[in-house]
């Protein structure tokens, strides 16, 4: 591997403090009461905020571990790394909406689930002569109506959520505050777009990541030193969707102690993140953080 870029250290100890606060979050969610240095927290919110939320910044916290340890890598494997910044990131905003939300956006993602789980195994695929009817017993998907009204038929969204991404960032500005608003609009922008268009294999995501628009394409080793910027950029947006739900998490239920200290790391993370470095994606990240830097206190 090859000499690794001045951030990549400096972001892997940001990771592994945030994921003890992540950690506490998690203990707290269980609902013991637990102990952080002197003081005794336990999870003031409803229990349906609770049982949506948990699992989400359990599965997203798992995310960032893989992302973690996949960031010793250079070269062809750091593409893969994009997928999973994706789901980390929009998993950590699902996981602070669900918090901040009234328990009835809870009741729905909740009783989505088993519609969910419905349609997977009831739906149609595809086009024309090659449509694919999958069906696990004698129903059809359309009879989803009668069964799952409140998803299902004329005039309804099939969603867990009627909000899309953005929107639901924004909601986040209204009850949790606009710090958190702009931890969690970094990381979409930063990284959304971008990874989808490597998820769907468009020419476009395989150009950006093989430098294909670069004049030194078809050297190895700068090819090399560009992924390792590129694992730059999928850090520092996932650790800003970390700095989003934590602000939430500890903000709304005003645990003061940790809340100071998630704060302490995201101003150490926002140093790190607005370092200047000669590459377009960079000034892209930069200019991200510096829309949002006047609402970040």
Do not use: C
Not at 96 to 109: G, H, I, K, V, Y
Not at 262 to 279: G, M, N, P, V
């Amino acid at each position: 591997m090859s000499t690794e870029t001045p951030l990549l250290p400096e972001l892997r100890a940001i990771a592994e403090e945030q994921k003890q606060l992540l950690l506490l979050a998690l203990a707290i969610a269980s609902g013991s009461t637990t102990e952080y240095r002197g003081m005794q927290l336990s999870f003031r919110l409803g229990d349906l905020q609770r049982r949506t939320s948990t699992v989400l910044a359990m599965a997203a916290g798992q995310s960032v571990e893989t992302l973690i340890r996949s960031s010793e890598l250079t070269g062809l494997a750091v593409r893969d790394m994009y997928p999973v910044a994706r789901s980390a990131v929009e998993t950590f905003i699902n996981a602070a909406f669900l918090l901040a939300e009234d328990e009835a956006a809870s009741r729905r993602a909740l009783d989505h689930v088993p519609f969910a789980h419905w349609r997977h195994l009831h739906r149609r695929v595809g086009t024309g002569k090659y449509t694919i009817e999958l069906r696990s017993d004698g129903m059809h998907a359309g009879d989803a109506a009668s069964l799952f009204p409140e998803f299902a038929g004329k005039g309804k969204s099939a969603a867990w959520s009627t909000l899309d991404v953005p929107s639901r960032i924004n909601r986040l500005g209204v009850l949790a505050g606009d710090h958190v608003a702009a931890r969690l609009m970094a990381a979409y922008a930063i990284t959304y777009s971008l990874s989808s268009e490597i998820i769907h294999g468009s020419p476009f995501g395989a150009s950006y990541f093989f430098g294909l628009h670069r004049p030194d394409a078809a050297d190895i080793d700068s090819f090399r030193k560009r992924t390792e910027e590129q694992i730059e950029d999928i850090l520092i947006a996932v650790l800003h969707g970390v700095a989003g739900y934590l602000s939430t998490f500890f903000g709304l239920q005003a645990h003061t102690g940790p809340a100071q200290e998630e704060l302490a790391i995201y101003a150490r993370l926002k140093r790190t993140a607005t370092s200047d470095r000669d590459d377009s994606q960079s000034k892209f990240v930069f200019a991200v953080r510096a829309q949002h830097r006047e609402r970040d206190a």
